[in-house]
């Protein structure tokens, strides 16, 4: 985690999970959203203040969902279906439903056809913003399987030598078991940055790298400035040479499996541009271990794997080798515990929000 | 494709793909792979010639699979098995035969299982090298699947902030049919460049480009230079700021997928370093179209969406936008036609190996 993409500790006003939860559980239901979905929903955004991935948490996506079920850019009350299947597979329509609230659900189909035939795999197409996509991959980890979760956003990114903007940041999620310590948990943008980081990072006020945005005319600004006016986003590798052309290419299979093979489309489709509902395309999987080996046999290799990388003698100037999910963990203990901090703008929105809607402010610093 | 890694055309000597495809399979015959292996293992080899992948041609991978069989590191006559068996998937234990023998046989099977119920994975332990790995995943197109392969290697890569080796090149390859034009594949290493391309460019004279290898002590050289005698090379990234910790990732979910998911084991575990045997790990998938969505849809979504990739408006210096596959289907249109351009040094060690081992020198510029 970089800095300049977190809120600042001593800015911040630490709140307990529960409290946070039971909030933003009533102001889904103010919205509209009936109160099951309402709670999926809300442990979707909640879990990831608590993994400490700020950007995808409350502060940035609870107001714009609000502001959707307002405007009536998501339904509320979704009738998704399932509109094809065979006995690994699964395609669901969304019917305009937040990708948190119907995603829980579509992982759920994916494992119990992991259950049965060794692999499940559930496209979605027509839904909304899926939050912290690493949530769904994680629900195939007490199930002792792997799982897999991507999705294709609206176009933001540029392709290499490209100077208008194609692709989503298109995220990709793996999650694996372990039997001791944290289990192995990747969720990264195959753009250079996730596009909230940017938006973080301007409310904060901190620099951009050189090699993250281009100029309008797609030209990768390459020295570390404020995050200009306009901008577009670069590929992960930020230049051909360093390799844009792998996280173009990674951003296309990702639209590929999530709004292709969904049939719901692409991102930058004049069809999708005009319509402001049930934007977002997404793939969810999960692979049973047991299909494949000997589930302990599995964990173990992982145990041993993960503590080799982890032992990785280090560079100059670094302090040790982090494997993927390790810090997310390491910051749930802690916020679990001792609160999530938000900046004192979030708690006013929250306190503006719920006097506004007529729910209960439950944002509590007690107790911690 | 960069220059720096491409043999310069003035130097190449232009030979025909089915003269170069019968010498190879001699020469595989010669050492003790049976007819049919050979003829299998000659066509990915010669496909990636074909392809323009010079560095998972016969210049770069020929040689090294002859010396491992001569020296006795992998089994010309393996009996590979399924150890492990779902509808949706498969286990294969290779018997340390090479990739480039078993892969095509497991994505068969990976196929026939995606056709059954919707999705064929097939993890492979003990295996050989896998040439170039789109092969595998182009098998899929035929059959209005998308296909899925990648590759788990022998250490090489640093993890961010590592000073040693401990995760392979792990490429991943991705192919997707259209109707119209060349399909979609990318193919590319989560590794900042392919190890045999660091070996082309030694071989060629090219400077590295910085951000591509670090010192022995794991500090990223991050000016251009020749390649050092010694050198780890770092993902895909360069550095955390870039985004390494997404090669790196990557990189972690191939080596989970192939090697840990197929019970074959991790890229630095101590029997592994100890057994010269089996070394590589690899897992094939096949998602068949149909069980998603309607194939002409999918085919129709995929045609409007590339020929939108590349019209997308260029930034200042650039000609066009690419779409993964493209500039290797070209290349593959020219080749076919007009031969494949081989160092005048690989042209000399085919005529001493066809010799040595008393089989027809078939190279010809003839008819070209």
Redesign the interface.
């Known amino acids: 985690m ?1 800095e300049r993409f977190h809120v600042p500790d001593t800015q911040a006003v630490r709140v307990d999970s529960d409290g946070l939860r039971q909030t933003v559980i009533s102001l889904f239901e103010k919205v509209g959203v009936p109160s099951d979905d309402a709670a999926v929903a809300a442990d979707v955004l909640v879990f990831a203040d608590l993994r400490g991935v700020d950007s995808h948490g409350v502060s940035n996506m609870l107001r714009s969902y609000i502001r959707g079920y307002n405007e009536g850019t998501v339904n509320p009350v979704p009738k998704w279906k399932i509109i ?1 299947e ?4 699964a ?1 669901i329509d969304c019917d305009g439903g937040l990708g948190v609230v119907v995603g829980p659900k579509a992982m759920e189909i994916a494992i119990e056809k992991a259950k ?4 499940g ?1 559930v ?1 979605m197409r027509n839904g909304g913003h899926m939050g912290m996509i690493s949530y769904y991959a994680m629900q195939a980890l007490d199930h002792d399987m ?1 799982g897999l979760s991507m999705t294709a956003a609206g176009p933001g990114v ?7 903007p ?1 692709l989503g940041t298109n995220p ?1 999620a ?1 999650a ?1 078991p372990s039997s001791k310590g944290h289990p ?1 948990v ?1 969720d ?1 943008a ?1 753009s ?2 996730a596009a909230n980081k940017l938006g973080l990072a301007r409310r904060i006020g901190s620099l951009i ?1 050189g ?1 993250y945005v ?1 100029d309008m ?4 600004i390459m020295e570390e400035n404020p995050l200009p006016e306009q901008y577009r986003v670069l590929p ?3 230049t ?4 844009s ?6 951003a ?2 990702v ?3 999530c ?5 719901g ?2 991102a ?2 004049p069809e999708r541009l005009a319509n402001p509902y049930g934007h977002y395309h997404h793939m969810v999987a999960a ?3 047991d ?4 589930v302990d ?2 964990k173990g ?2 145990d ?2 993960m503590q ?2 982890r032992d ?13 999910g390790g810090p997310e963990d390491e910051e749930y203990q802690k916020r679990i515990h001792g609160g999530i901090p938000l900046h004192p703008e979030v708690i006013d929105w929250f306190k503006d929000i719920t006097k506004e809607l007529e729910v209960p402010y439950l944002l509590s610093i007690d107790g911690l």
């Open positions: 970089l094809r065979r006995p690994a597979t395609t049965n035939v060794g692999v795999m496209t792997i540029v392709p290499t030598f490209g100077s208008e194609r990709i793996v694996a192995f990747l990264i195959t250079i940055v790298p090699g281009t005319e797609g030209t990768p992960l590798g930020s051909r040479e360093q390799g052309h792998k996280g173009y290419g990674l296309c299979v639209e590929i499996l709004g292709i093979l969904s049939g489309g692409y930058f489709m692979y049973s271990i299909a494949f080996t000997d046999d599995f290799l992982m041993d794997w080799g990388l990785t003698p280090t560079a100059p100037g670094h302090e040790k080798v982090i494997v993927p």
